[in-house]
């Protein structure tokens, strides 16, 4: 089992920036990518960003290239979203979560189980 726990959101106006971080912990060593999702009201939950621990490759929802990084700390407990240039359409409850790389046939593209969650971390921007 892992636990993750998410902290740092809060209310920013549009143009500002927030930093979400995930602690990891318990069998960290069984998940081999983390990732970052949000979900607005009446909208349907996405994928912001995945990680991947054995190679560092990420990827990003277009909607957050150049102004997301996701990131972890060396020892791959702690999870991070730095986000920048924050707009008002980016205001949702936050959710981190961890799994094994899954390969998807039929071109075997990687993506994250995402087995286990956080509870969340809500993000506000007004504008």
């Known amino acids: 089992q892992v636990q993750l726990v998410e902290s740092g959101g809060g209310s920013v106006q549009a143009g500002g920036s927030l930093r979400l971080s995930c602690a990891a912990s318990?069998?960290?060593?069984?998940?081999?990518?983390m990732g970052w999702f949000r979900q607005a009201p009446g909208k349907e939950r996405e994928r912001v960003a995945t990680i991947y621990s054995t190679d560092g490759g990420t990827s990003y929802t277009s909607s957050v290239k150049g102004r997301f990084t996701i990131s972890q700390d060396n020892a791959k407990t702690t999870l991070y979203l730095q986000m920048n240039s924050l707009k008002p359409e980016d205001a949702a409850m936050y959710s981190c979560?961890?799994?094994?790389?899954?390969?998807?046939?039929?071109?075997?593209?990687?993506?994250?189980?995402?087995?286990?969650w956080g509870q969340g971390t809500q993000v506000t921007v007004s504008s």
């Open positions: 318990g069998d960290t060593a069984s998940t081999g990518c």
């Open positions: 979560a961890a799994g094994r790389v899954k390969y998807i046939p039929p071109l075997f593209s990687r993506t994250c189980e995402d087995k286990y």
